[in-house]
């Protein structure tokens, strides 16, 4: 896996074909799940209710949406109505969806300037920093998708079965996901501004994207630019799968996984091709 002149683990070790990252991935899954599984401990440590503070956020955030949206705005989704809990619930979703892109997108640039200590060790595979990332994001969403759940079983009774489908949606997240990690990542070694960048894209990215408002709201001639915005499909496609009892076209999920694939892997390159030189620049 190490490149035996400089050190440094390089592209070499799994090769640079487009299964390099899940070889990356499969084979230190146990390191990633204990760094992943440190960092949720550390981030609730000394708090008087530690981890349940990790259930109680999104129940806080889903009755403020709750209460904003139903009570406040009385909003609904779309021109068709339907109840304003309805809302709060599609809101709920996106961002929980949303949030697993925006978490690991903030935290990307500043990712190896956090762990420094990392980079002058030459047998960290630091290319796993971002996956550890991505499987803390998903541990607050799983988190988030439960109590969205037990929501719906209270409001609306049971969601579809299509709702056992959410699974196929978070893969092309997922690999959006890491391939915009890497990129950043090893980016924000060497461009320091970086990090207020992202973060002003990632709020942008956002209301671009369809959680407060369906597709349909948009007018014709701006929903060609907004379906660039790779959130768009999986956000609909989860929302066909939870909600209306949907399943996404085949054809437009092979797509977008497919896209997905090709950025992750490409994402994945330009950190091993670049990973080199972070310790002359830290």
């Not at 779309?78 to 979703?93: C, M, V």
């Not at 797509?255 to 992750?264: F, K, N, Q, S, Y």
Request: glycine share 8%.
């Amino acid at each position: 896996m190490f490149n035996s002149q400089s050190g440094n683990p390089t592209v070499a070790g799994f090769g640079a074909g487009p299964f390099a990252l899940f070889q990356t991935a499969w084979h230190h899954r146990s390191l990633i799940l204990r760094l992943a599984r440190r960092e949720i401990d550390a981030r609730y440590r000394g708090s008087v209710l530690g981890i349940v503070w990790a259930v109680l956020n999104p129940i806080l955030m889903l009755a403020v949406y709750t209460f904003v949206f139903s009570v406040v705005f009385q909003a609904r989704w779309g021109a068709t109505g339907g109840s304003n809990t309805e809302f709060a619930l599609l809101l709920f979703s996106g961002l929980i969806l949303f949030n697993v892109l925006g978490e690991c997108l903030s935290r990307a640039p500043g990712l190896l300037l956090e762990n420094v200590s990392y980079i002058k060790k030459v047998v960290f595979p630091l290319e796993i920093l971002p996956l550890v990332s991505l499987a803390v994001a998903l541990f607050n969403a799983g988190i988030g998708f439960v109590i969205l759940v037990v929501f719906h079983l209270m409001v609306a009774g049971l969601p579809p079965l299509t709702a056992l489908l959410l699974p196929l949606v978070l893969v092309p997240l997922c690999l959006t996901t890491l391939g915009l990690s890497w990129f950043f990542a090893a980016a924000g070694v060497f461009l320091r501004d970086l990090r207020q960048v992202v973060g002003v894209a990632v709020t942008v990215l956002m209301f671009l994207s369809p959680i407060f408002y369906p597709m349909t709201a948009i007018p014709e001639r701006f929903r060609a630019v907004l379906h660039l915005n790779p959130m768009t499909a999986i956000l609909e496609q989860s929302k066909d799968l939870l909600f209306w009892g949907r399943v996404p076209s085949p054809v437009d999920w092979g797509l977008a996984t497919l896209g997905a694939w090709v950025v992750a892997w490409l994402g994945y390159l330009w950190f091993m091709k670049t990973r080199r030189g972070f310790a002359d620049v830290v």
